[in-house]
């Protein structure tokens, strides 16, 4: 299966700043999607990543506070913006369409967020 | 948006049985999965069964699926410490969104 990396894996920013997180998979995908893992909770899909055209959000994030970028087939970023305490969570992509999966999601390992 | 309910904790001692449910509300899901989260990991896709399937296994892994009652269900057999884990079970909604359920924290007493 393909390999999907996250940097960084882990910061600590300080309360007003921005933190961009990236995403790379070793091959081509069709989607990608970005969650939140809030401390002790499930995870919350924020948006899908779309290549070429403007990120897909959930109810309940907007692009001002985190926008994505998706310049190609195997990469994405995520910016945290002007964060603050409440942002301290495990940030995951995930990607679909790894060849005959096309059906399943497979998740990077994760970049887990304090901000104090 | 739906639900997807699972009980918080499992505790079982190694070599027995863990059996890990989960409950959904979205009769039109086409997909339940299974991931795995380690401590300090990201989501391990364990397995998934298709809406149309009562059951399905894989190695020590047995999937159960009730469509009546909406209810999912993952049987680990001869569970080892290795084993232990959260465990998220995930509907899928419409054509890409996953719903994930509040997750099972599998522990596995030696």
């Known amino acids: 299966s393909a390999v999907i990396s996250q940097k960084p894996s882990r910061d600590i920013c300080q309360r007003g700043t921005s933190l961009t997180i990236q995403c790379q998979v070793d091959?081509?995908?069709?989607?990608m999607f970005w969650y939140r893992q809030q401390p002790g909770q499930s995870l919350t899909l924020i948006a899908t990543a779309n290549q070429g055209s403007e990120a897909t959000y959930e109810s309940g994030f907007v692009i001002d506070k985190f926008p994505i970028s998706r310049p190609n087939l195997t990469f994405s970023t995520l910016t945290v913006s002007n964060m603050s305490p409440e942002d301290s969570s495990i940030y995951l992509c995930?990607?679909?369409?790894?060849?005959?999966?096309?059906?399943?999601?497979?998740f990077g390992p994760g970049t887990r967020l304090t901000v104090l | 948006g739906e639900d997807v309910e699972q009980s918080l904790f499992l505790s079982v001692r190694e070599g027995d049985s863990s059996v890990i449910n989960c409950t959904y509300t979205?009769?039109?899901?086409?997909?339940l999965y299974w991931y795995k989260q380690e401590p300090g990991a990201g989501l391990q896709l364990l397995t998934y069964i298709f809406s149309n399937m009562d059951m399905k296994q894989d190695q020590r892994l047995t999937v159960l699926l009730n469509k009546k009652d909406k209810h999912l269900s993952l049987r680990i057999a001869d569970t080892q410490t290795g084993d232990s884990a959260i465990y998220f079970c995930a509907e899928r909604e419409g054509t890409y969104k996953y719903i994930f359920g509040t997750g099972t924290r599998l522990k596995v007493l030696a």
């Open positions: 995930s990607v679909e369409g790894l060849g005959q999966g096309r059906d399943e999601q497979f």
């Open positions: 091959s081509q995908v069709t989607m």
């Open positions: 979205d009769s039109s899901s086409t997909y």
